[in-house]
């Protein structure tokens, strides 16, 4: 099939309960995956960190993201700035790994390049003709930040990250996001296709399944307790309805609830996805993140970034009850990364075939007619992915069962 053929997408671009599921090329293909780098993560608005990881004026990491080699600093204002980390002069990366510095110094040629990403000094250059310092500081990224989440946007004409993500700060702002510290990070890479594992965080039809052994017992799992919510911008949101935290295991020690949770935050967990590949769960106590890079077409890196209130990183019982939640993540975790890998070399099979979603999938659908928005360059127009709502899938219900 000619991956790049909007006609070849007619069953897709049905309504949730007619459409099949992506044909599997768009799971295996090269050129597919191409361009997805190119009209997606190029366009868009990328999660990148947290600014808890650089707290002060010279913090800085280094992150590859879709082949781009980036610097993340804070520069001597207290802005946070994304920059391409290659140096002016022949290119290497200027710094590795993470730290603080008042300058950022080029361990190739000792250039040395300010936090603003304006170049200070370079030793040699005096007698090279017609050579400025000022026409040589770092290629900035354009940078933003929401709630203490960092995003960069390759595309220098994009539209701002506020509009970007439309109304998602009306409904998380109770979290009070940015006050929370990030306390463990855990880094994956994973056999498959990007799509294959935002789609499973998306949809709790598999939990029952995939899940038994751990958060599948929690109290208040039933049936009827999960709802998709009207959003604007490009962003999609499930919401589970429950007991407790839906963050540690029945019978495990965990964090007092947090204050200030106010409608549906107080009753239950919000799983939103920010597209294209970025996920959290804003549960009654704590949240946590799922950055997801894409290496290849079936390789992904993906970092669990686990989130508390800051004053209850402060306690000093801290760690001992923490680690109920490691323990956690790390289990459905482990359980995801498996059933993703295992569907990828399904997928990969050559006689493969597309599939047909069901009531429970309305997000998957979502998901994979706004990748298809980006590919292919044509919208839907009857029905609005960016602002998806179940009224645009053709799903009726006000609870879809999951
Ligand atoms: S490449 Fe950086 S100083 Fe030479
Ligand atoms: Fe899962």
């Known amino acids: 099939m ?3 053929d909007p006609s070849a997408y007619h069953a897709v671009r049905r309504p949730l309960l007619e459409a099949e599921t992506l044909p599997p090329d768009c799971y295996t293909s090269e050129a597919f995956f191409r361009r997805e780098i190119e009209t997606i993560f190029m366009k868009v608005w990328n999660f990148i960190g947290r600014t808890d990881d650089v707290p002060a004026p010279g913090d800085y990491y280094t992150v590859d993201f879709a082949g781009v080699p980036l610097l993340i600093v804070r520069d001597d204002h207290g802005q946070v700035r994304g920059f391409v980390n290659s140096c002016r002069h022949r290119g290497a990366k200027v710094v590795t790994g993470k730290g603080s510095a008042r300058a950022l110094k080029c361990g190739y040629h ?6 603003d990403g304006t170049l200070a000094a370079c030793a040699g250059m005096s007698n090279s003709k017609g050579f400025d310092k000022a026409d040589y500081p770092l290629v900035s990224v354009r940078t933003e930040t929401w709630a203490g989440f960092i995003f960069v946007n390759f595309d220098p004409a994009c539209a701002s990250l506020e509009s970007y993500l439309g109304n998602l700060g009306s409904v998380f702002d109770c979290y009070r996001l ?3 510290v990030c306390t463990r990070r855990s880094d994956y890479q994973v056999a498959c296709n990007w799509k294959i594992y935002v789609e499973n965080a998306m949809e709790a039809f598999h939990v029952p399944h995939v899940h038994r052994a751990s958060i599948n017992r929690q109290r208040g799992s039933t049936k009827n307790d999960r709802t998709f919510d009207s959003t604007e911008g490009n962003w999609v949101v499930m919401h589970k309805e429950h007991e407790g935290s839906r963050a540690v295991l029945v019978g495990d020690e965990g964090f007092p609830r947090m204050p200030g949770l106010v409608g549906k935050a107080d009753k239950g967990t919000y799983y939103p996805l920010i597209y294209p590949s970025t ?3 804003c549960t009654i106590d ?6 997801i890079h894409p290496l290849a ?10 989130c508390f209130p800051k004053e209850i990183t402060q306690r000093a019982d801290f760690e001992k009850i923490a680690a109920n939640y490691y323990k956690r993540w790390d289990m459905t975790t482990r359980e995801d990364i498996e059933i993703s890998e295992i569907q990828q070399q399904g997928v990969s099979a050559p006689f493969s075939r597309p599939g047909r979603l069901s009531e429970h999938e309305p997000l998957v659908h979502a998901i994979d007619n706004w990748v298809l928005d980006h590919v292919l360059g044509v ?3 009857a029905r609005r992915f960016h602002g998806f709502s179940l009224q645009d899938l053709d799903v009726l219900p006000e609870n879809v069962v999951a």
């Not at 000792?110 to 936090?115: K, P, Q």
């Not at 704590?286 to 950055?291: N, P, R, S, Y």
């Not at 077409?297 to 686990?306: A, F, H, S, T, Y």
């Open 279 to 281: 996920m959290l769960g």
């Open 297 to 306: 077409v079936d390789r992904i890196r993906l970092i669990v970034g686990q």
């Open 110 to 115: 000792g250039w040395i390049y300010r936090t």
């Open 2 to 4: 000619n991956v790049l």
């Open 286 to 291: 704590c949240m946590w993140f799922l950055e």
């Open 178 to 180: 940015e006050n929370m």
């Open 379 to 381: 919208k839907v127009e």
